[in-house]
């Protein structure tokens, strides 16, 4: 069965503009990216309906949860989702169990089996161990996965997932990612996650809108939408990297061998996992160098052949945009200044090398 | 002793309730008239307690209000205990309503916000959530209205009268020792007014600790 895809055509007033966004989901999960107070959580707040101002319309499958024009406003309580705010707000007064059992009625009422889900849950997110803990004893971390448990566990029909990674420092964020691509996988469910950092949509989303002051200015496949200049510039302040996925090929002393898609091994600092698991890697456009021969006697570990698919012009900047295979999946973006894409004579179509070090790869495991 | 106990327990009982609900109003939502609400629920506070007990008087007189000419029979509050915890919880409803609203307050609203996103409605999300994160507000609401209540003596003594065995209470049977030269029995109940008063207010300064009670605000 195919989940309930969303659709919403809204207009929410706010104090410097008004919010106005409309979008009809074609895949899974749609991400909504913008610096902080582009009107992204407005959004996603008004599809929770905890925004009484929110006009226009809101689609889940064949239920309509606001139809303005019809006089039709489904409240919050009834319109099944599960909510993953940015401060998480796990119940005080509960410890991690009852927390993660606060939905079991909804869910009930919904027909999902209660005792089979939370099981689920709870071995998919780890959360075994903190069962029994009280909330305040909790790492940031922890309460993350907490918070999406609970939220699974209501049985909804929707998750909407605000900044998940925000409130979590570097090393927690590539710890909680790969929950919510387990998240991804395992529970067939619409999600929408609203996001000020690249790299969790880029992983995460099938269809990326672009928020600036209210108004979507870019949408659709997050690596092509995120190297558009205009939206390039907004993400890279935000941390964007260039995300790859391999399998590990064999580890070294230090070093970890990923084998791409196209064949080509890149090498990584050092995964706990296994050899044959597949993994997550990121790199940052600034960090990658371009060659237009393969170098000899080189210190950095990588050396990648590519093609150029695009060149875009930013400010000061040049965009280049390589693919490693045909498929458009392995996209790697790389900046350069104008001078040296002149001086390499870079062109649209030609074979160029991805030069970059190790340690500036970074892992999300 | 004892009657005023259960007098002053009767009128917190009798406040306590509708004052929250009141005070939850207050704290949480916008209607119309609800600074004047506010404003009529903290007057005892403000006004001098004969004020409030000549007020009541007039109201429940037989040409009042509330008296027997208008209802068309005696409500048999004047000079009862019925009047007692009538003065003694018309006083003492500003403190419950404004201690109960700020412990409403202080409650996150977000928290009632998640609870809705998990299919609660909001009667099941005042008992399940906003409820519990407000007790300890709560319930020192209803120990300063006992307190209060306890302490009450000219809105009382305008309404119930100060008769011995049937009306008096701690207050006025104090004011009684001390008029009729009594030192021996006003010592004693001062020294029982005391020991009430101290454990009221040490036990709403353990309410308000803030080293054992679970944070509302963070999450």
Known sequence: MTPARLSFDLEVPLDRFALKISHHCEHQILGLFGVSGSGKTTCLEAIAGLRSSAKGKIQLGDEAWLDSERGIHVPCHRRDIGYVPQEMLLFPHYDVTRNLRAGRERAQMNGVDFQQTFEAVTEILELGPLLHRRTRDLSGGERQRVALGRALCSGPKLLLLDEPLAALDQRLRQRILPFLLRIRESFQLPILIVSHHPVELQALCDEVLVLKEGAVIAQGQPQSVFSRPDVFNLAESQGFENLLRGTIAQHYGQTTALKLADGQHLIVPRSERPEGQSLLVGIAAHEILLAGERPRALSARNCLRARIATLQQTEDLVLVSTQLDTSDRARIVAEVTPDAARELGLTAGGDIFLVMKANSVRLYE | ?219
């Open chain 2, 1 to 219: 002793m004892t009657s005023t106990l259960t007098w002053a327990s009767l009128s917190t009982l009798s406040v306590f309730i509708p004052g929250a609900f009141i005070a939850y109003a207050l704290a949480r939502h916008r209607f119309p008239g609800k600074k004047l609400i506010s404003t009529v629920v903290t007057l005892p506070m403000v006004l001098p307690p004969t004020a409030v007990g000549y007020l009541l008087l007039s109201l429940l007189a037989d040409e009042g209000w509330l008296g027997r000419e208008h209802l068309g029979f005696s409500l048999d509050i004047l000079l009862t205990w019925k009047g007692v915890v009538l003065a003694c919880a018309v006083m003492s409803t500003p403190l419950v309503i404004r201690t109960a609203r700020v412990s409403f307050e202080e409650v996150n609203p977000r928290y009632e916000a998640m609870a809705h996103t998990l299919g609660y409605g909001r009667l099941q999300t005042f008992f399940r959530i906003t409820l519990p994160l407000a007790w300890r507000g709560l319930l020192a609401a209803a120990v300063l209205g006992f307190t209060r209540a306890m302490g009450e003596f000219g809105a009382t003594v305008i309404v119930a009268g100060n008769i011995p065995g049937r009306t008096q209470t701690l207050s006025s049977a104090i004011y009684s020792a001390q008029q009729a030269g009594n030192d021996q029995q006003a010592n004693f109940l001062l020294v029982v007014a005391l020991a009430i008063g101290f454990m009221a207010v040490f036990l709403t300064e353990w309410l308000a600790d803030s080293t054992h009670k679970p944070s509302r605000r963070a999450s």
